[in-house]
């Protein structure tokens, strides 16, 4: 059965440090992998996606993930934090079932603290 | 750009009661879901809709739950007899396609049942 594990709930930066946000998956089959991020208050936005393309995956405000096949892992990066980037992220895994239906399976979640 | 919206954004209603949680999916999605967030939890995937009917259902998703597209444009998440465990966030979502595609979500409708 396909699974999220995020390493870390709550990780706290300086303004302008790197973010990294640990994200690892099973799935017995090709994955595709999405990170969110949820303001507070406010519903989940995607930030970006791997669906079996390039492994490096840019997506908004800054941000990338690396699919690694070798360690089942799909890390959130961004090279400088900025005080708007304090939100909760979600790493998840799109499930296919006998239904195809590409439901998500979410990680537990990352709270992301920026400090000045 | 367009959005999934729902509504109410926040409801309060006593336990036994009957709640209704609106959404409007994007217009050309084809598949629509239900997830829900209990505070401090992981979001939890309810139920995928697809071609007018019930495509995949999760453990969560009983009897007390239904869900129906009244119109071309609504979908709505019933829960009868609510318990205070159902209290949550729940979020509507949709897609074009099925597995691999982009699900937008909707801001939330956050249950209170007391």
């Known amino acids: 059965a396909q699974s999220v594990t995020q390493l870390g709930s709550h990780v706290s930066v300086s303004e302008g440090a790197l973010v990294l946000l640990r994200c690892n998956y099973s799935?017995?089959?090709?994955?595709?992998l999405f990170w969110y991020v949820q303001y507070p208050n406010q519903g989940l936005q995607l930030l970006l996606k791997?669906?079996?393309?390039?492994?490096l995956v840019k997506g908004i405000n800054g941000f990338e993930a690396e699919f690694k096949k070798s360690e089942t892992s799909f890390h959130l990066t961004k090279p400088s934090a900025h005080m708007s980037d304090a939100a909760e992220y979600f790493c998840?895994?799109?499930?296919?079932?006998?239904?195809?239906?590409?439901?998500?399976?979410f990680g537990q979640g990352t709270t992301l603290q920026v400090k000045p | 750009e367009p959005e999934v919206t729902q509504t109410p954004s926040h409801q309060v209603t006593q336990m036994g009661q009957e709640v209704i949680l609106r959404c409007v999916p994007i217009?050309?999605?084809?598949?629509f879901y239900w997830y829900r967030q209990i505070l401090g939890q992981k979001v939890e995937f309810l139920v995928s809709?697809?071609?007018?009917?019930?495509?995949?259902k999760s453990e969560i998703f009983d009897d007390q739950f239904s869900v129906e597209r009244p119109d071309g444009s609504n979908f709505t998440l019933k829960i009868r007899s609510t318990k205070l465990e159902d209290s949550a966030m729940y979020f509507c979502?949709?897609?074009?396609?099925?597995?691999?595609?982009?699900?937008?979500f909707g801001e939330g409708s956050w249950l209170t049942v007391v």
């Open positions: 791997y669906t079996s393309a390039a492994t």
């Open positions: 217009s050309n999605h084809l598949y």
């Open positions: 809709f697809y071609n007018n009917e019930i495509s995949e």
């Open positions: 998840a895994v799109s499930v296919g079932g006998s239904s195809n239906t590409g439901k998500l399976i």
């Open positions: 799935s017995s089959v090709p994955p595709y």
């Open positions: 979502a949709s897609s074009e396609q099925g597995r691999g595609n982009t699900i937008y």
